[in-house]
Nanobody, 117 residues
Framework: QPHMVAFGGGSVQAGGTLRLSCVTG?????AAWFRQPQGKERTVVAQ???????RYADFVKGRFTISKDDDINTLFLQMDNLEPEDTGMYVC??????????????WGQGTQVTVFP
């Protein structure tokens, strides 16, 4: 699995918008975005499946949108109405088994998101 590159993070004020991108390898079935605030555990934010169905953590529903463009092998996370609690390192991942908990999981590099009050 090629190394995945994520970008698009930055610093914004609460209520602002960011769009994260992650260049994945080809033939990605399941993909997801995770986030890890400093000193805390990594948690799933949003998932997209091979049929393009999506699943979101309760704390981002209605604010974040996950999508992918298979033509350019890129995963996106549109983040609207950002809150200070959204601050953290955002990491993209792919997994043919869709469980992100085994040797088949590929993790990308993170991109930092900081939201100021």
């Amino acid at each position: 699995q090629p190394h995945m590159v994520a970008f698009g993070g930055g610093s914004v004020q609460a209520g602002g918008t960011l769009r994260l991108s992650c260049v994945t390898g080809p033939y990605t079935s399941c993909a997801a975005w995770f986030r890890q605030p400093q000193g805390k555990e990594r948690t799933v934010v949003a998932q997209i499946f091979s049929d393009r169905s999506t699943r979101y953590a309760d704390f981002v529903k209605g604010r974040f949108t996950i999508s992918k463009d298979d033509d350019i092998n890129t995963l996106f996370l549109q983040m609207d109405n950002l809150e200070p609690e959204d601050t953290g390192m955002y990491v993209c991942a792919t997994d043919p088994l869709c469980d992100y908990d085994g040797p088949a999981t590929s993790w990308g590099q993170g991109t930092q998101v900081t939201v100021f009050p």
